[in-house]
């Protein structure tokens, strides 16, 4: 006799009545008690406008079915499954029903905290059952939804954003040992924790009117108007594609195709779509000639919500994870996403509403087993495309490598040998011109159409010290060749208190020559608090550029907004790695700690406090040269006793890296 999930609950001993329950389980009620403070702010941000064109959203479709009972029954068809190879569901620790009450929901942090709190506190514990360690008594879990924690007032608080995570195998290590999953699981985990940061996107929404209506009209588009920088030029159009990462065959996607093919979709012809004439700027006639969106002015009027614009971010998000499913959910509806990789589409369920789908908690456990299966056969498709190309190679001859060696030539192209071009050209040639167009080219960004800053606060060079920042146009404005520079930014190296630091190439026109320069680094600010901090950091670097100090401070071109976001940006001279790196805890020589304290006298004698030396907050160049960097915790003119906080940190660096001799500075 084949057993069913109807006979395994109808047994009323051991977990099947706890099941039963689990498996029933709704929300309640709410009532929409939001505060009038929760206004949406626009969700699209600085990267959600650089995706690869080959990995953006295209299209948004309908299921065509009920995602409620097809999870339903992919529950069922697991439980069988695992019922059929373990023969029993014993119960044991952790084992919890998940908590019901109808506290309000004020905003979406509220939203996302209820959700990952009760409904996916045991959820989430059925795949490492069912998939990784099913021998064992206790269900302890890999997985878990984080509750956001809830930033500033000034923060939107309409809509936030969390995901389904794997324990982080560096910071949880001690729980994972204690599940004792071996080595190769460990690496595994950590392989997910780089790859897969969220393994699935939750965009949560306010539970309010507005929050409803934006998961409500969340419907299909044929044409998907993805939103690229407002930047208009003649760009070039022969981007490099990449490579696509790999979609499940099985799953959810076999029976998307499955019910396309009973249903006979027919072939559309192509017609160019309105996503397409946005996306590509029209060229213009004069080649060079670039015009900005117009400078960002002080936000007057609200954001008026695009449930687009919510799609558009909530992909890019997916991108960033390669993730491939997305959750919408409001508190009343909540909607599941599907991503499919290699047609660029969204396949979006129907309205589902937690408080009235009879089984609510087991379409929930079913979507953890489906998401976390997914990821599991995705992973395999993917080591073993690996294992082959690994193969492949060993085979090939080495004359077929060079000549088939086509990503080989694009990294190599990606930083080409150029000549380092003079300081004085550098620095015209970033330090006179007030406009740059900003690129991203790494992992899942190449951006299509860069996007336009403006100066806001001029070179620290000494050759650009009495050039003035001319008086802010209002409106769109043409830039001509020598009016601006180009910056591709490469992958962040560094991510510190105030946002990211990035490499970055400059590409410039001096007269007839065509100048790249490489040694650069970009930090970005986002938030207006470390906006403010960036500023205060740039002054900084501006009064050693005043009072003739640069021997061990990199050299500064100023300081950029982003037309359209408002994100700031520093750039400066790439100063090499940090000591913290090359240094590790390894001694300092003599004369490596002297060239330090008189490079910490230069600064103090400049009458700036650095305020938090440490090793990581030095770096050193190819030639031996040691910078300061990070000046955000620095003062201007500080008591003169404060200067031995600097000392004693410096002091301490020494210490800790087993310094035999200390050498203390000359009095």
Same mark, same amino acid.
Not at 295 to 315: C, I, V
């Given at each position: 006799?084949?057993?069913?999930?109807?006979?395994?609950?109808?047994?009323?001993?051991?977990?099947?009545?706890?099941?039963?329950?689990?498996?029933? @389980?709704? @929300? *309640?009620?709410?009532?929409?008690?939001?505060?009038? !403070?929760?206004?949406?702010?626009?969700?699209?941000?600085?990267?959600?406008?650089?995706?690869?064109?080959?990995?953006?959203? !295209?299209?948004?479709?309908?299921?065509?079915?009920?995602?409620?009972?097809?999870?339903?029954?992919?529950?069922?068809?697991?439980?069988?499954?695992?019922?059929?190879?373990?023969?029993?569901?014993?119960?044991?620790?952790?084992?919890?029903?998940? /908590?019901?009450?109808?506290?309000?929901?004020?905003?979406?942090?509220?939203?996302?905290?209820?959700?990952?709190?009760?409904?996916?506190?045991?959820?989430?514990?059925?795949?490492?059952?069912?998939?990784?360690?099913?021998?064992?008594?206790?269900?302890?879990?890999?997985? @878990?939804?984080?509750? *956001?924690?809830?930033?500033?007032?000034?923060?939107?608080? +309409?809509?936030?954003?969390?995901?389904?995570?794997?324990?982080?195998?560096?910071?949880?290590?001690?729980?994972?040992?204690?599940? %004792?999953?071996?080595?190769?699981?460990?690496?595994?985990?950590?392989?997910?924790?780089?790859?897969?940061?969220?393994?699935?996107?939750?965009?949560?929404?306010?539970?309010?009117?507005?929050?409803?209506?934006?998961? &409500?009209?969340?419907?299909?588009?044929?044409?998907?108007?993805?939103?690229? #920088?407002?930047?208009?030029?003649?760009?070039?159009?022969?981007?490099?594609?990449?490579?696509?990462?790999?979609?499940?065959?099985?799953?959810?996607?076999?029976?998307?195709?499955?019910?396309?093919?009973?249903?006979?979709?027919?072939?559309?012809?192509?017609?160019? #779509?309105?996503?397409?004439?946005?996306?590509?700027?029209?060229?213009?006639?004069?080649?060079?000639?670039?015009?900005?969106?117009?400078?960002?002015?002080?936000?007057?009027?609200?954001?008026?919500?695009?449930? %687009?614009?919510?799609?558009?971010?909530?992909?890019?998000?997916?991108?960033?994870?390669?993730?491939?499913?997305?959750?919408?959910?409001?508190?009343?509806?909540?909607?599941?996403? $599907? &991503?499919?990789?290699?047609?660029?589409?969204?396949?979006?369920?129907?309205?589902?509403?937690?408080?009235?789908?009879?089984?609510?908690?087991?379409?929930?456990?079913?979507?953890?087993?489906?998401?976390?299966?997914?990821?599991?056969?995705?992973?395999?498709?993917?080591?073993?495309?690996?294992?082959?190309?690994?193969?492949?190679?060993?085979? &090939?001859?080495?004359?077929?490598?060079?000549?088939?060696?086509?990503?080989?030539?694009?990294?190599?192209?990606?930083?080409?040998?150029?000549?380092?071009?003079? /300081?004085?050209?550098?620095?015209?040639?970033?330090?006179?011109?007030?406009?740059?167009?900003?690129?991203?080219?790494?992992?899942? +960004?190449?951006?299509?159409?860069?996007?336009?800053?403006?100066?806001?606060?001029? #070179?620290?060079?000494?050759?650009?010290?009495?050039?003035?920042? *001319?008086?802010?146009?209002?409106?769109?404005?043409?830039?001509?060749?020598?009016?601006?520079?180009?910056?591709?930014?490469?992958?962040?190296?560094?991510?510190?208190?105030?946002?990211?630091?990035?490499?970055?190439?400059? !590409?410039?026109?001096?007269?007839?020559?065509?100048?790249?320069?490489?040694?650069?680094?970009? !930090?970005?600010?986002?938030?207006?608090?470390? =906006?403010?901090?960036?500023?205060?950091?740039?002054?900084?670097?501006?009064?050693?550029?005043?009072?003739?100090?640069?021997?061990?401070?990199?050299?500064?071109?100023?300081? $950029?907004?982003?037309?359209?976001?408002?994100?700031?940006?520093?750039?400066?001279?790439?100063?090499?790695?940090?000591?913290?790196?090359?240094?590790?805890?390894?001694?300092?020589?003599?004369?490596? =700690?002297?060239?330090?304290?008189?490079?910490?006298?230069?600064?103090?004698?400049?009458?700036?406090?650095?305020?938090?030396?440490?090793?990581?907050?030095?770096?050193?160049?190819?030639?031996?040269?040691?910078?300061?960097?990070?000046?955000?915790?620095?003062?201007?003119?500080?008591?003169?006793?404060?200067?031995?906080?600097?000392?004693?940190?410096?002091?301490?660096?020494?210490?800790?890296?087993?310094?035999?001799?200390?050498?203390?500075?000359?009095?």
């Amino acid at each position: 006799m084949v057993l069913t999930t109807s006979d395994i609950l109808a047994d009323r001993t051991s977990i099947h009545p706890a099941l039963e329950n689990i498996f029933n @389980y709704s @929300y *309640p009620v709410f009532k929409d008690r939001t505060s009038t !403070k929760v206004l949406p702010l626009p969700p699209l941000k600085f990267h959600d406008r650089h995706i690869e064109p080959s990995l953006i959203l !295209k299209s948004v479709k309908s299921l065509g079915f009920s995602m409620a009972q097809y999870l339903c029954k992919f529950c069922d068809d697991e439980l069988m499954a695992f019922i059929r190879k373990e023969r029993r569901l014993r119960g044991g620790r952790y084992f919890i029903f998940p /908590a019901r009450h109808e506290n309000p929901l004020a905003d979406a942090y509220a939203v996302a905290d209820y959700y990952a709190s009760n409904i996916s506190q045991i959820t989430t514990r059925f795949p490492f059952k069912f998939y990784y360690d099913p021998s064992e008594p206790d269900w302890n879990s890999l997985f @878990y939804v984080k509750a *956001p924690s809830q930033g500033p007032e000034e923060e939107d608080r +309409f809509r936030t954003g969390t995901g389904l995570h794997m324990v982080h195998w560096q910071s949880q290590a001690d729980y994972i040992d204690d599940l %004792s999953l071996g080595k190769e699981m460990t690496k595994e985990i950590r392989q997910i924790n780089e790859k897969h940061p969220n393994i699935a996107i939750c965009e949560m929404f306010a539970f309010c009117p507005l929050g409803t209506k934006m998961v &409500r009209e969340m419907g299909p588009v044929s044409h998907f108007n993805w939103e690229n #920088s407002r930047t208009v030029g003649s760009f070039s159009n022969d981007l490099s594609t990449r490579a696509c990462p790999p979609d499940a065959k099985t799953g959810l996607w076999s029976k998307i195709a499955l019910e396309s093919l009973s249903k006979g979709t027919k072939r559309q012809h192509s017609k160019k #779509s309105p996503i397409a004439l946005k996306a590509v700027p029209k060229p213009t006639r004069n080649k060079g000639i670039v015009r900005d969106p117009g400078r960002r002015g002080p936000r007057t009027m609200w954001y008026h919500p695009e449930p %687009s614009h919510y799609l558009q971010h909530a992909w890019c998000r997916a991108v960033e994870n390669d993730a491939t499913f997305i959750i919408f959910h409001c508190g009343k509806y909540e909607r599941i996403g $599907f &991503r499919h990789r290699e047609t660029q589409t969204l396949y979006l369920s129907e309205l589902i509403d937690p408080s009235v789908v009879p089984t609510y908690g087991k379409m929930e456990i079913g979507l953890q087993l489906l998401i976390v299966k997914d990821l599991l056969e995705r992973r395999a498709t993917s080591k073993y495309e690996e294992e082959g190309r690994t193969s492949a190679g060993k085979k &090939r001859p080495a004359e077929e490598n060079e000549s088939h060696g086509h990503n080989k030539k694009q990294r190599t192209a990606k930083r080409p040998e150029v000549a380092i071009p003079s /300081a004085e050209v550098l620095e015209s040639g970033l330090g006179s011109r007030d406009f740059a167009l900003f690129r991203l080219e790494y992992q899942s +960004f190449n951006s299509p159409v860069p996007s336009s800053f403006l100066r806001v606060e001029p #070179s620290c060079a000494a050759s650009m010290k009495d050039r003035s920042i *001319p008086q802010a146009i209002k409106g769109r404005k043409k830039h001509g060749p020598s009016d601006y520079f180009t910056l591709t930014l490469d992958e962040p190296f560094a991510h510190g208190a105030i946002g990211t630091v990035h490499r970055a190439s400059a !590409k410039f026109e001096f007269g007839s020559t065509t100048v790249e320069y490489p040694g650069l680094a970009v !930090k970005l600010a986002f938030q207006e608090e470390h =906006q403010e901090q960036l500023r205060k950091e740039y002054k900084v670097y501006q009064h050693m550029a005043k009072v003739g100090y640069t021997a061990n401070i990199l050299r500064v071109h100023g300081l $950029f907004q982003d037309c359209e976001t408002g994100l700031l940006a520093m750039i400066m001279d790439y100063g090499g790695p940090t000591l913290g790196t090359t240094k590790g805890n390894q001694s300092y020589t003599e004369k490596e =700690q002297i060239a330090l304290w008189d490079a910490l006298q230069g600064l103090h004698d400049a009458n700036v406090l650095h305020g938090d030396i440490k090793s990581n907050n030095i770096v050193i160049d190819s030639s031996d040269n040691t910078y300061f960097i990070d000046f955000d915790c620095a003062q201007i003119n500080p008591h003169p006793d404060s200067f031995e906080n600097d000392q004693d940190a410096l002091e301490l660096i020494f210490e800790r890296a087993a310094s035999v001799t200390s050498i203390t500075p000359s009095t």
